[in-house]
């Protein structure tokens, strides 16, 4: 208890990065939990109340069809968290299994990051619509197609700090006592990596909820009949200019979450490396 504590006071040391953990947490809970108490339908259709200015009774206003909004971005919440965690999730596996492969076997090393150079040589959001456009547009499909955008960055990451940590005495030690390499890689290097494996996954979190919105605006994301913050977006772009707030409210959604994602693993990173934390 006394060792979460002090993690927990060295982690919240900035409290920028208390408020944006606390923010974090309210989209989640919102997002799983308020759908459960509200008895407002979030694919609810009501003509007459279309394009409705926010009020006491729809709080962030109605969409094109009449659907309360303030429903619908806490409803959509969920699949665009998912799609962030499920993009981060994958990224971070595949992106660590190739990094400790390039990074211990010196082999590897040349043609494994001659691969990863060659995918981030492509812009994300290009790449994405291509692997999008070939796939097919569904909601795992574009969590696949931003699993390979980002597991490149997890691999360098990964790759870079296996290349010094094999060099370290205790894994020499490891040698000479005949450990197997499959434990040395388990055992002593994988827990080593935790660190820069954690900031990476909260970045690619952020990331990945970013670029779910750029493409469903493009029109190659989710399909639009399912509520994510950018297919919401992107069918109320043509109605901007007299409903702003069907731009605006999910706008909001977006940049909170993205924003807290990157404060908390700037937090996180600060905390796990003493070079880089910053004065309270």
């Not at 993009?87 to 010196?106: E, K, N, P, Q, W």
């Not at 494994?112 to 492509?122: E, G, H, L, N, W």
């Not at 940049?255 to 990173?269: E, F, K, N, P, Y």
Request: hydrophobic letters at 55%; a positive charge.
């Amino acid at each position: 208890m006394e060792q979460l504590t002090y993690v927990l006071k060295r982690l919240f040391a900035r409290r920028i990065v208390l408020i944006a953990a606390v923010t974090l947490l309210l989209i989640v809970a919102l997002s799983i939990f308020f759908p459960f108490i509200s008895s407002v339908d979030p694919n609810g259709i009501s003509v007459m109340e279309r394009l409705k200015a926010p009020s006491a009774e729809h709080w962030a206003g109605t969409d094109e069809l009449g659907r309360d909004l303030t429903m619908r971005i806490v409803w959509g919440g969920r699949y665009s968290i998912m799609i962030g965690i499920a993009t981060a999730l994958f990224s971070v596996i595949a992106g660590t299994a190739l990094g400790l492969l390039a990074g211990f076997f010196r082999r590897l090393d040349a043609p494994v990051m001659r691969v990863i150079d060659a995918m981030m040589s492509f812009p994300d959001i290009l790449l994405g619509i291509s692997l999008v456009s070939i796939l097919g547009a569904s909601l795992w499909n574009v969590v696949l197609a931003l699993s390979v955008v980002y597991t490149p960055r997890v691999a360098r990451v990964v790759r870079a700090s296996t290349l010094v940590i094999r060099e370290l005495l205790f894994v020499d030690a490891a040698r000479a006592l005949g450990v197997s390499t499959a434990r040395i890689l388990y055992a002593h290097i994988l827990p080593n990596l935790l660190s820069p494996v954690l900031v990476q996954f909260t970045f690619i979190f952020a990331y990945a909820i970013l670029a779910e919105a750029g493409l469903s605006f493009l029109g190659v994301g989710v399909p639009p009949e399912i509520p994510t913050w950018g297919t919401m977006i992107a069918s109320s772009l043509q109605y901007a200019d007299m409903a702003f707030w069907t731009i605006v409210f999910p706008g909001i959604a977006i940049i909170l979450t993205a924003l807290s994602l990157q404060i908390v693993g700037d937090g996180v990173r600060d905390m796990l490396d003493p070079k880089l934390r910053k004065s309270a």
